[in-house]
């Protein structure tokens, strides 16, 4: 019996995992555990931990973690996320842990994991993402990892200019963009009541992250980002929370402030939960913000996306994304350009780099029947003596 524990800390990267664990759960020979942290055990971020269950699944360890608004409580964070982690995976003795991105909680998982030796998947290695110190964490979780599955062929080029052995990266495309392209989305009277409103208006929907390296305070920015949305009074605005990541609390204290004062033309949800943010996708007019969904996932929909600042650059985009300034002038000009008639059909035959038509099975195949003896040992490839 093979046992994977599937790490996760958020409501996004579970989204994207959870049909991962499914179909590795079906897999003769093969357990699958989960270790929940981070903003699943948090209710002040909508009880997360409830969609895993939902799904199906019961985790077998739970690593709390503390809260705060700083780098240095985030730095804390890390800490006791590793302690934590370190002895659940040691319980556990898995054969191999899945992670996905490039979170703080998951830089700490996969320490304890390889002082555990315990060899991990790596699901987004190889992207860039400038504007946030995520994209530090993505590559040195990547360091950390025996087993890599990339969102496309440049991103799996650079982990090899990093040293990983090329058999051992598979260009797998974009879990996320696999899941939309094969769910069944909820019918319209199922998601309005599930919501609470009616979609009988044009709609946007917003998520606005902290860019952790831009120096600017981040509610100041989502500020700009609302003042531009309240030009399209005739647009009702879902409005969602962002990730805990420092400097959040004053997006929240915001946003909160606006959804009170705008309650007829705004809902504002901590978490939509995978099912019901893509069965929104079909519904919307486009997505606004600075999240990595709009440039992964949101092209697939064929809907616009307006992305904002800093936070996304370095990743490679469709079509379908407009990339605007901090400003509300900006993020105004680009809202407006998304909603013309012809920027709407270029977003709709917009060809998604992230996509792939069998991501899902590549990836399960590849964990499945990994050799996980084998990976707890890494060679660095060297690309000036070695040979792709």
């Known amino acids: 019996m093979s046992e994977i524990v599937i790490a996760t800390g958020t409501r996004a990267d579970w989204g994207l995992l959870s049909p991962l664990a499914r179909a590795l759960a079906h897999v003769p020979g093969t357990k699958v555990r989960i270790l929940a942290t981070n903003m699943h055990l948090m209710p002040e971020f909508g009880n997360t931990i409830a969609e895993i269950e939902a799904d199906g699944f019961r985790p077998d360890a739970l690593v709390p973690m503390p809260g705060g608004d700083s780098a240095l409580e985030r730095a804390v964070a890390m800490a006791v996320c590793l302690e934590g982690a370190a002895r659940e995976l040691a319980r556990m003795t898995p054969d191999m842990i899945v992670i996905l991105g490039d979170r703080y909680e998951m830089l700490a998982i996969a320490s304890a994991a390889t002082m555990l030796g315990i060899p991990i998947a790596h699901l987004?290695?190889?992207?860039?993402?400038?504007?946030?110190?995520?994209?530090?964490?993505?590559?040195?979780?990547?360091?950390?990892?025996?087993?890599?599955?990339?969102s496309t062929e440049n991103a799996r080029r650079r982990l090899i200019a990093m040293g990983e052995q090329p058999h051992r990266v598979i260009d797998t495309g974009a879990i996320g963009v696999w899941n939309f392209c094969n769910f069944t989305p909820m019918d319209r009277s199922e998601l309005e009541n599930s919501l609470g409103i009616e979609l009988d208006r044009p709609t946007l929907l917003a998520t606005f992250h902290p860019a952790t390296l831009d120096p600017a305070?981040?509610?100041?920015?989502?500020?700009?980002?609302?003042?531009?949305?309240?030009?399209?009074?005739?647009?009702?605005?879902?409005?969602?929370y962002p990730n805990n990541d420092p400097r959040s609390e004053?997006?929240?204290?915001?946003?909160?402030?606006?959804?009170?004062?705008?309650?007829?033309?705004?809902?504002?949800?901590?978490?939509?939960?995978?099912?019901?943010?893509?069965?929104?996708?079909?519904?919307?007019?486009?997505?606004?913000g600075n999240s990595s969904s709009g440039i992964l996932e949101v092209p697939s929909a064929g809907i616009p996306t307006v992305n904002i600042g800093i936070r996304q650059d370095g990743r490679e985009r469709a079509p379908s994304v407009i990339d605007c300034g901090d400003s509300?002038?900006?993020?105004?000009?680009?809202?407006?350009?998304?909603?013309?008639?012809?920027?709407?059909?270029?977003?709709?035959?917009?060809?998604?780099?992230?996509?792939?038509?069998?991501?899902?099975?590549?990836?399960?195949?590849?964990?499945?029947?990994?050799?996980?003896?084998?990976l707890k040992t890494k060679k660095f490839h060297d690309s000036c003596t070695d040979r792709l």
């Open 124 to 150: 987004h290695g190889g992207e860039l993402s400038y504007g946030a110190i995520d994209d530090n964490i993505r590559h040195a979780i990547s360091k950390l990892s025996a087993l890599h599955f990339t």
């Open 217 to 240: 305070d981040p509610a100041d920015r989502c500020r700009a980002m609302l003042d531009a949305i309240d030009s399209f009074p005739g647009h009702r605005l879902v409005l969602t």
């Open 250 to 288: 004053g997006i929240i204290r915001l946003i909160k402030t606006y959804a009170a004062e705008n309650p007829d033309r705004v809902l504002l949800i901590p978490s939509l939960g995978l099912r019901r943010y893509q069965s929104l996708l079909k519904y919307v007019d486009a997505v606004i």
């Open 328 to 374: 509300a002038d900006d993020i105004r000009s680009a809202i407006a350009l998304a909603l013309t008639p012809e920027f709407r059909a270029k977003a709709a035959r917009a060809e998604n780099p992230y996509y792939k038509p069998d991501t899902l099975k590549l990836m399960t195949d590849a964990i499945a029947g990994a050799d996980t003896q084998a």
